[in-house]
């Protein structure tokens, strides 16, 4: 082991880059009790989205594609990590009219590639598939809605854990994902709501009660 701060002229940035998403808070425009980075985020994303693949696997995969759950959650980890040179531009601004949507959807892919090129040229190809994944297959383009999903919840238990802090602030948003919650047709997104949403609004006595 080299016992220098100065790297080697073969060392690779890629992964501290990564470790630095510890430092990228969500949420910037929302007074906050207590702030979320995107690291934390990114795993919660994994963890559900994963749980969301498994449901449609054992409850609901009659007619349904059911794409890998280790590959899905593998996507949930590494959706936000262009964030990391992009910082976490707020929903409000980000989705403000179509020609701000397409430009950061631009800037992102740039920072995302930025990364990759922190790698070894060998692997980049499987690091774009994981950070930049295409929808060519219907099995991948499912895991992406799984995803989506899964953010959009995360956020909600955000929402849910800052108005049990007493915190106002995130009760417009967690209207607005509510709905999001309600009207998206997975019936996994709806089990997880139902069987396993409502622990995240009780104590931690509460919770080694039952």
């Known amino acids: 082991m080299r016992d220098t701060n100065e790297p080697a002229?073969?060392?690779?940035?890629?992964?501290?880059?990564?470790?630095?998403?510890?430092?990228?808070?969500?949420?910037?425009?929302?007074?906050?009790?207590?702030?979320e980075n995107i690291q934390e985020h990114s795993l919660q994303v994994a963890l559900i989205a994963h749980a969301l693949v498994l449901f449609r696997r054992h409850y609901y995969s009659e007619g349904r594609i059911c794409p890998s759950a280790e590959m899905t959650a593998l996507l949930g980890m590494f959706h936000d990590a262009s964030e990391i040179l992009t910082g976490d531009l707020?929903?409000?601004?980000?989705?403000?009219n179509p020609q701000i949507r397409d430009s950061y959807k631009m800037v992102e892919e740039v920072a995302t590639e930025k990364?990759?090129?922190?790698l070894p040229e060998e692997l980049r190809t499987d690091y774009r598939d994981l950070m930049l994944p295409s929808q060519e297959t219907p099995?991948?383009?499912?895991?992406?809605?799984?995803?989506?999903?899964?953010?959009?919840?995360?956020?909600?238990?955000?929402?849910?854990?800052?108005?049990k802090a007493g915190n106002p602030e995130f009760v417009q948003a967690r209207n607005s994902l509510r709905n999001y919650l309600q009207e998206v047709d997975m019936?996994?997104?709806?089990?997880?709501?139902?069987?396993?949403?409502?622990?995240?609004?009780?104590t931690l006595?509460?919770?080694s009660d039952e």
Not at 90 to 96: A, E, Q, R, S
């Open 9 to 35: 002229d073969n060392s690779f940035h890629f992964f501290a880059m990564l470790h630095r998403m510890r430092y990228i808070n969500r949420w910037g425009l929302m007074r906050n009790t207590e702030q």
């Open 90 to 96: 707020p929903t409000p601004v980000k989705y403000f």
């Open 115 to 118: 990364l990759l090129s922190m």
């Open 139 to 163: 099995e991948l383009a499912e895991a992406i809605k799984f995803v989506k999903a899964a953010d959009k919840l995360s956020a909600y238990i955000k929402c849910l854990d800052e108005e």
């Open 187 to 202: 019936p996994e997104v709806k089990h997880f709501i139902d069987h396993f949403l409502p622990s995240y609004k009780l």
């Open 205 to 207: 006595d509460q919770l």
